[in-house]
């Protein structure tokens, strides 16, 4: 039996049309400034930001405060920012009451 390790990781890649920020695995305490850098970095960049947390297991409150930050950061500069998340993360952005204020782009089927 093989057991990973990976408890978190994430990645930015500049698309022709859009910033897509990836992050995958528990977003906590422990992750939430590598998640915070990588929304900062994306910001840096006029195209608009696409956050796909559709493989987030666990979403704490560090993790709300770093898109709700990300969100306004954008707004500020008139950059769209879109999110994909996972079941983990609409469930808590439902319950912080902060998931209307995003553009949800719904998971493809699988």
Known sequence: MVTSLVKFWSTIDLLDDATLVTVAGQVDMDSCCEVEDRLRQANEVPNPVVVDLGSVT?????????????????????????????????????????????NVIPAAPR
Do not use: H, Q, T
Request: charge should be neutral; charged fraction near 15%.
């Open 58 to 102: 666990f979403f704490g409150s560090s993790g709300v405060n770093a898109l709700c930050s990300a969100l306004e950061s954008c707004d500020a500069r008139g950059v769209a920012l879109a999110i994909l998340p996972s079941p983990a993360v609409v469930n808590v952005l439902k319950k912080a009451g902060v998931y209307e204020l995003f």
